[in-house]
């Protein structure tokens, strides 16, 4: 096994960090600007890499703590419902 391969097993096993899992969590969906022509969010972008490089876990885990991030607002959304009505 040659240097470029063990490179991309490496790849395929790396997970997110911290930080890439946090903003993943507290911003599960697309707030970015649009431009005229492009969509400019982070974590599609950040996908496409992900993808790109080969990063399968990563890809996994950030759709994992994308889901977590939408289910965390939809319950903060119900709580507040609940002591506010």
Do not use: C, H, V
Not at 18 to 27: C, D, G, K, Y
Not at 29 to 42: E, H, L, P, S, V
Not at 45 to 69: C, D, H, N, P, V
């Amino acid at each position: 096994m040659n240097l470029e391969q063990k490179n991309a097993e490496k790849r395929k096993n790396e997970s997110l960090s911290n930080s890439e899992a946090l903003s993943f969590f507290f911003i599960p969906i697309g707030f970015a600007k649009i431009n005229r022509w492009k969509n400019t969010d982070f974590n599609e972008s950040e996908i496409e890499r992900f993808k790109k490089f080969g990063f399968e876990r990563k890809i996994k885990q950030a759709s994992e703590m994308r889901i977590f991030g939408m289910i965390f607002y939809i319950s903060i959304a119900i709580i507040l419902a609940y002591i506010l009505k």
